[in-house]
């Protein structure tokens, strides 16, 4: 089994800058993807950036240029950083993990920005 729990939500004016953090505790052998969505209130989950390890990085059109993904394989991490954040970015951010062909979620970090 895989946990994966985020953190650095919170709440920031437009214009500003968060970095999310996704680690992965438990059996992790082979992470396969590592990835970012989103859900907002009344609105359907989205994916915001997804990474093949060892091949391509597909991001949002709405955060291209704004969003970075990265990961600390020593660490079974990855991280989000977020700028230039707008009030439409607001929503729980879930980190998705597929590890040896298992999809792991964590529980969500909210952020907010605010106009």
């Known amino acids: 089994q895989v946990q994966l729990v985020e953190s650095g939500g919170g709440v920031v004016q437009a214009g500003g800058s968060l970095r999310l953090s996704c680690a992965a505790s438990?059996?992790?052998?082979?992470?396969?993807?590592m990835g970012w969505f989103r859900q907002a209130p009344g609105k359907q989950r989205e994916l915001v950036v997804n990474?093949?390890?060892?091949?391509?990085?597909f991001y949002a059109d709405s955060v291209k240029g704004r969003f970075t993904i990265s990961r600390d394989s020593a660490k079974s991490t990855t991280n989000l950083e977020m700028n230039d954040l707008k009030p439409e970015d607001t929503a729980v951010y879930y980190c998705?993990?597929?590890?040896?062909?298992?999809?792991?979620w964590g529980r969500g970090t909210q952020v907010t920005v605010s106009s």
């Open positions: 438990g059996t992790i052998f082979n992470v396969n993807v």
């Open positions: 998705r993990m597929i590890v040896s062909g298992r999809q792991y």
């Open positions: 990474k093949n390890i060892g091949g391509s990085t």
